[in-house]
């Protein structure tokens, strides 16, 4: 059963001294990277655990690698497990994609072929992931630019078919679907009628950089743009969501700027399909 | 087909002239990786720039998380001789760790390690510089261990003879780490970049976590205090105990100075926050 959670903010450092001063009240939850809180102490620590003992948090990790042929990391898992007990944080999350092969950590996500081979392997990891860490998981769906191989089946039909054969919940960025729209050409809402909309945990919304007309970076540096706002409201009019956060991870913007676009966010929620672009 | 795709990744990621094999003859490189024609159609007409991509990424992840930890060696270097070391790191990295911090102390380890190349003869302390970039990043996130009281924060007022002074039991931060540099690292500022603006000379750091503020420190040590703190991290011992020891070692000339000086000292570690208390029995 995943929580019903509202509309949330992944934490930044720099925004740590608003949000410890005066903790804006649109703001229902957090979303952490936890390998860059785990097994830490000192002044970032205490700072976190204040922040989450006021709003809960869900644990967004990027080094499960849940696709790897390399087997799971032991190790990180414990500590995510600890660490979300400590936190008691109601989910967790990692992406549909591998992070690290032959041990080597990539920093960054590697898209998956569109194949039941790649189906099977990362659903049956996301079972054992879901089953050690007793908390709902739900896996995302990756943007990429890089085909990894020939495919059996379209992008949305193989995020599908994870979160069925997984029994996951799913992370659905929005901003993923339109990167990978342009990139590769097709209708962003196809992707969305496709999903298993009961299945979707929570929403994803963050800005890119546009390289050429049809290259897109996913930086999360910039503001979100129209059409990024028009996929969510769309996906708002298709069905109640229970959470929706906005992921910023570069060219970080005062914390005001950032609540413009929760409000935004809201007002989507609301009334879809009467506040996009 | 799985393990041909992930492999292909591992290679454009990790392995720096398969990008450059993709760009000089993509549909060769493609059949060292890939068996069925299919797998490699769909990589063949991908425009090189986002093959590229995938690279670069490997950089700017390893750039921005050690650029951050270790501002002052970034500083000393130029762009293309820190990416040099990264992509020297990146290749033979040993553990490879998920977690951030445990990145940075691979990095320095490396650095330690295994690193030979021309930028020593430039910079003949970058490796004992990386040890205290990384100590301090290490003790700044070091994992609380909190000390069990209660402790006298006054060592004077809890004492009531000079006898029960030396009976009283300091207890240090546990966030603290004593470290012996020929080089000294604590003065090396962004923009020295050369091996002139820095004179060798032995140092001995006291590397802190300042208990109110939680922020890193450091205190440079004289031989007694390193001693004291030497003792102190070997558990718990009365301050009698330790200046004994410490006579037996020193064996000085004038014992009564030499203990008012060891209670001086402590004093000072106490201010500082490196002692951060006294336990009474």
């Not at chain 2, 290679?11 to 398969?18: F, I, S, V």
């Given at each position: 059963?995943?929580?019903?959670?509202?509309?949330?903010?992944?934490?930044?450092?720099?925004?740590?001294?608003?949000?410890?001063?005066?903790l804006?009240?649109?703001?229902?939850w957090?979303?952490?990277?936890?390998?860059?809180?785990?097994?830490?102490?000192g002044?970032?620590?205490?700072?976190f655990?204040?922040?989450?003992?006021r709003?809960?948090?869900?644990?967004?990790?990027?080094?499960?690698?849940?696709?790897?042929?390399?087997?799971?990391?032991?190790?990180?898992?414990?500590?995510?497990?600890?660490?979300?007990?400590?936190h008691?944080?109601?989910?967790?999350?990692?992406?549909?994609?591998?992070?690290?092969y032959?041990?080597?950590?990539?920093?960054?996500?590697?898209?998956?072929?569109?194949?039941?081979?790649?189906v099977?392997?990362?659903?049956?990891?996301?079972k054992?992931?879901?089953?050690?860490?007793?908390?709902p998981?739900?896996v995302?769906?990756?943007?990429?630019?890089?085909?990894a191989g020939?495919a059996d089946?379209?992008?949305?039909?193989?995020?599908?078919?994870v979160v069925?054969?997984?029994?996951?919940?799913?992370?659905?960025?929005?901003?993923?679907?339109y990167?990978?729209?342009?990139n590769?050409?097709f209708?962003?809402e196809?992707?969305?009628?496709?999903?298993?909309?009961?299945?979707i945990?929570?929403?994803?919304?963050?800005?890119?950089?546009?390289?050429?007309?049809?290259?897109?970076?996913d930086t999360?540096?910039?503001?979100?743009?129209?059409?990024?706002?028009?996929?969510?409201?769309?996906?708002?009019?298709?069905?109640?969501?229970?959470?929706?956060m906005?992921?910023?991870?570069?060219?970080?913007?005062?914390?005001?700027?950032?609540l413009?676009?929760?409000?935004?966010?809201?007002?989507?929620?609301?009334?879809p399909?009467?506040?996009?672009? | 087909?799985?393990?041909?795709?992930q492999?292909?990744f591992?290679?454009?990621?990790?392995?720096p002239?398969?990008i450059?094999?993709l760009?000089?003859?993509?549909?060769?490189?493609?059949?060292?990786?890939?068996?069925?024609?299919?797998?490699?159609?769909?990589?063949?007409?991908?425009p090189?720039?986002?093959?590229e991509?995938?690279?670069?990424?490997?950089?700017?992840?390893?750039l921005?998380?050690?650029?951050s930890?270790?501002p002052?060696?970034?500083?000393?270097?130029?762009?293309?001789?820190?990416?040099?070391?990264?992509?020297?790191?990146?290749?033979?990295?040993?553990?490879?760790?998920?977690?951030?911090?445990?990145?940075?102390?691979?990095?320095?380890?490396?650095?330690?390690?295994?690193?030979r190349?021309?930028?020593l003869?430039?910079l003949?302390?970058?490796?004992e510089?990386?040890?205290?970039?990384?100590?301090?990043?290490?003790?700044?996130?070091?994992?609380?261990?909190?000390?069990?009281?209660?402790?006298?924060?006054?060592?004077?007022?809890?004492?009531?003879?000079?006898?029960?002074?030396?009976?009283?039991?300091?207890?240090?931060?546990?966030?603290?780490a004593?470290?012996?540099?020929?080089?000294?690292?604590?003065?090396?500022?962004?923009?020295?970049?050369?091996?002139?603006?820095?004179?060798p000379?032995?140092?001995?750091?006291?590397?802190?976590?300042?208990?109110?503020?939680l922020?890193?420190?450091?205190?440079e040590?004289?031989?007694?205090?390193?001693?004291?703190v030497?003792?102190?991290?070997?558990?718990e011992?009365?301050?009698?105990?330790?200046?004994?020891?410490?006579?037996?070692?020193?064996?000085?000339?004038?014992?009564?100075?030499?203990?008012r000086?060891?209670?001086?000292?402590?004093?000072?570690?106490?201010?500082?926050g490196?002692?951060?208390?006294?336990?009474?029995s």
């Amino acid at each position: 059963m995943t929580p019903k959670l509202g509309i949330g903010l992944g934490l930044r450092r720099e925004h740590y001294g608003s949000l410890l001063s005066n903790l804006p009240s649109e703001l229902q939850w957090f979303e952490v990277a936890p390998e860059n809180y785990m097994e830490i102490g000192g002044k970032v620590y205490r700072d976190f655990r204040e922040l989450s003992e006021r709003i809960p948090v869900v644990a967004h990790s990027v080094s499960m690698s849940l696709g790897s042929l390399d087997p799971l990391n032991k190790t990180f898992l414990k500590q995510l497990k600890k660490f979300i007990r400590e936190h008691k944080i109601p989910l967790a999350s990692d992406h549909i994609c591998f992070s690290s092969y032959h041990g080597v950590q990539f920093d960054d996500l590697v898209p998956l072929p569109f194949t039941w081979e790649a189906v099977k392997h990362v659903a049956k990891r996301v079972k054992q992931v879901q089953d050690f860490l007793e908390v709902p998981y739900a896996v995302e769906n990756v943007s990429y630019y890089v085909p990894a191989g020939a495919a059996d089946m379209t992008e949305w039909d193989f995020v599908r078919a994870v979160v069925e054969e997984s029994g996951a919940g799913l992370l659905l960025d929005v901003n993923n679907i339109y990167v990978n729209s342009v990139n590769f050409g097709f209708d962003p809402e196809t992707y969305l009628r496709a999903m298993p909309l009961d299945k979707i945990a929570y929403v994803h919304i963050a800005g890119h950089l546009r390289k050429r007309k049809n290259f897109i970076l996913d930086t999360h540096g910039d503001e979100i743009v129209n059409p990024v706002w028009e996929i969510l409201d769309e996906l708002a009019a298709m069905t109640k969501l229970s959470g929706v956060m906005i992921e910023r991870d570069a060219n970080i913007p005062p914390l005001e700027e950032i609540l413009d676009e929760i409000r935004h966010i809201e007002k989507i929620l609301k009334e879809p399909r009467s506040h996009a672009a | 087909m799985l393990r041909e795709s992930q492999n292909f990744f591992f290679h454009l990621m990790a392995k720096p002239e398969t990008i450059g094999q993709l760009k000089k003859n993509r549909a060769k490189t493609l059949k060292r990786f890939f068996r069925s024609e299919k797998d490699r159609k769909a990589l063949l007409s991908v425009p090189f720039e986002r093959l590229e991509t995938y690279r670069k990424h490997v950089s700017i992840g390893l750039l921005g998380g050690i650029e951050s930890a270790f501002p002052v060696l970034r500083s000393l270097v130029s762009q293309d001789e820190w990416n040099g070391l990264l992509n020297e790191f990146y290749l033979k990295r040993l553990t490879r760790s998920p977690i951030a911090r445990q990145i940075f102390r691979e990095f320095s380890n490396y650095l330690q390690k295994k690193y030979r190349g021309p930028l020593l003869k430039r910079l003949p302390y970058l490796k004992e510089l990386a040890e205290y970039e990384n100590l301090d990043i290490r003790i700044l996130y070091d994992v609380d261990r909190p000390v069990e009281g209660p402790l006298a924060a006054d060592w004077h007022a809890a004492a009531k003879t000079p006898e029960e002074l030396l009976s009283l039991v300091p207890v240090l931060n546990p966030h603290q780490a004593l470290r012996v540099y020929a080089w000294p690292v604590h003065r090396i500022c962004k923009g020295f970049s050369t091996a002139k603006q820095v004179k060798p000379g032995r140092v001995a750091l006291l590397v802190y976590r300042d208990p109110e503020t939680l922020s890193v420190r450091f205190l440079e040590s004289n031989p007694l205090v390193a001693d004291l703190v030497g003792r102190m991290t070997k558990g718990e011992k009365t301050v009698g105990a330790i200046l004994e020891a410490l006579l037996k070692k020193h064996k000085p000339a004038d014992p009564a100075a030499f203990v008012r000086e060891g209670i001086g000292a402590i004093d000072v570690l106490k201010d500082k926050g490196v002692v951060l208390g006294f336990r009474t029995s």
